[in-house]
């Protein structure tokens, strides 16, 4: 069954965050949802998302890019083309180097118009869902231990989660290192709680942190070293119980594969955005699969969009450390017409066709960049 877009539209939707969101390199008081919607010559439509984190101190390309990628170079690859499926689509889109953003934006909107074509989930189009919920734990970030226990106590007493990133990495290493200490040893021993240091320390402050942490319970480690630093991040996983998240160092199946070959043994955080797809960043997860690497569904801080586009593609796997699909939770509004359902620490996979959610055109013309 082939189906042929006839209509590329982008939107840039700007949505304040319910707090500042301190990361390491960047404090977000806002998100920028780069929206896309395709139409089909079959009378279908498919939207996707894309989003960065602080313009462009995350990644490489800005919202502004994506847009601008999408209707000067992706449109004109694939107006009016048959595609049988995302295969068809990836063979098109190869024609456009990198822009890995883009493309996952693109490929979220093909997958869920050609689901409500066929008349299946997303879930479905890319090996089926083993699972109709995950989990969803939430990031403490707002730069303030006691704040970051008050907002623990908060969530754990409504039920919503039952685990915690930290960010960290921006302060001096022993407040950070006091921070995550005591807020595990607050929360205590079976609530899960790990750190995502996004780049932030280098090797020596690595060795001198990352013993006191595995020490107090952390059971994670994310990022903590320059992205570039492959040989020192192969080393420290090697070197401590702890386990190693990569996520900045690992994009797509090629990273991956040759993170493998140098003898990388933590784990991979996957984001559709990083690997260009849903289905991009299935091939990442099947090839750490083949090589016994443990897996982290991740986030790119998008709205429900990109997090339910992201959980139809976890949800076909079994992810040993969870996911942080917490993104729509972030912000204090959207553009979906039903909330998404988080509850008892899980985030539910909706049942209907591609993606299951709907657009809403008012929210969407009160938020869009004029
Ligand atoms: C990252 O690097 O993991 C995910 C959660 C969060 O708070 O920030 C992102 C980015
Ligand atoms: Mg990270």
């Known amino acids: 069954m082939e189906l042929t877009i006839e209509e590329v539209r982008c939107w840039l939707v700007d949505i304040p965050t319910i707090r500042?969101?301190?990361?390491?390199?960047?404090?977000?008081?806002?998100?920028?949802?780069?929206?896309?919607?395709?139409?089909?010559?079959?009378?279908?439509?498919?939207?996707?998302?894309?989003?960065?984190?602080?313009?462009?101190?995350?990644?490489?390309e800005?919202?502004?890019?994506?847009?601008?990628?999408?209707?000067?170079y992706i449109t004109p690859l694939l107006l009016g083309?048959?595609?049988?499926?995302?295969?068809?689509?990836?063979?098109?889109?190869?024609?456009?180097?990198?822009?890995?953003?883009a493309k996952s934006a693109i490929e979220t909107a093909f997958l869920d118009a050609y689901g409500k074509y066929v008349g299946l989930p997303m879930a479905a189009l890319l090996g089926g869902a083993r699972h109709q919920r995950l989990p969803a734990l939430w990031t403490?970030?707002?730069g303030d231990t006691d704040n970051d226990l008050n907002e623990a106590h908060r969530l754990l007493e409504t039920g919503r989660h039952h685990a915690f990133k930290l960010k960290i990495g921006a302060r001096d290493l022993e407040t950070d290192v006091n921070h995550a200490v005591r807020i595990k040893q607050t929360l205590g021993e079976h609530i899960h709680v790990h750190v995502d240091?996004?780049?932030?320390?280098?090797?020596?402050?690595?060795?001198?942190?990352?013993?006191?942490?595995?020490?107090?319970?952390?059971?994670?480690?994310?990022?903590?070293?320059?992205?570039t630093a492959v040989d020192q991040l192969i080393d420290l996983a090697k070197r401590f119980p702890v386990t190693l998240l990569a996520d900045e160092a690992v994009t797509d199946a090629q990273q991956g594969l040759?993170?493998?070959?140098?003898?990388?043994?933590?784990?991979?955080?996957?984001?559709?955005?990083?690997?260009?797809?849903?289905?991009?960043?299935?091939k990442l997860a099947h090839v750490a699969q083949a090589a016994g690497i443990s897996l982290y569904g991740g986030t790119m801080l998008e709205g429900s969009i990109g997090t339910i586009a992201s959980l139809h593609?976890?949800?076909?796997?079994?992810?040993?450390?969870?996911?942080?699909?917490?993104?729509?939770?972030?912000?204090?509004?959207?553009?979906?017409?039903?909330?998404?359902?988080?509850?008892?620490?899980?985030?539910?996979?909706?049942?209907?066709?591609?993606?299951?959610?709907?657009?809403?055109?008012?929210?969407?013309?009160?938020?869009?960049?004029?």
């Not at 800005?62 to 000067?72: D, F, G, V």
């Not at 083309?81 to 953003?101: C, D, H, I």
């Not at 450390?321 to 039903?338: H, S």
């Open 62 to 72: 800005s919202p502004e890019a994506m847009k601008l990628t999408i209707e000067r």
């Open 140 to 142: 403490l970030a707002s």
């Open 197 to 227: 240091v996004n780049q932030g320390w280098s090797m020596a402050q690595a060795l001198s942190a990352i013993p006191r942490l595995q020490a107090a319970g952390i059971t994670l480690i994310e990022q903590p070293i320059a992205l």
């Open 313 to 370: 593609a976890w949800s076909t796997l079994d992810l040993e450390w969870g996911t942080e699909m917490f993104g729509p939770l972030l912000l204090k509004d959207d553009v979906i017409t039903q909330p998404l359902i988080y509850k008892d620490g899980h985030l539910s996979l909706p049942t209907g066709h591609g993606l299951g959610i709907d657009v809403d055109q008012d929210k969407l013309a009160y938020y869009a960049r004029k």
């Open 81 to 101: 083309q048959p595609l049988s499926g995302v295969t068809a689509l990836s063979e098109k889109l190869a024609a456009v180097r990198g822009n890995s953003f």
């Open 20 to 60: 500042p969101h301190k990361l390491s390199m960047a404090t977000m008081g806002s998100q920028t949802l780069m929206l896309v919607q395709i139409r089909c010559q079959q009378g279908i439509v498919g939207w996707g998302e894309g989003t960065t984190i602080g313009g462009l101190s995350y990644g490489p």
């Open 258 to 282: 040759s993170l493998i070959r140098q003898g990388f043994s933590g784990a991979f955080a996957l984001k559709i955005a990083k690997a260009g797809g849903p289905f991009q960043a299935l």
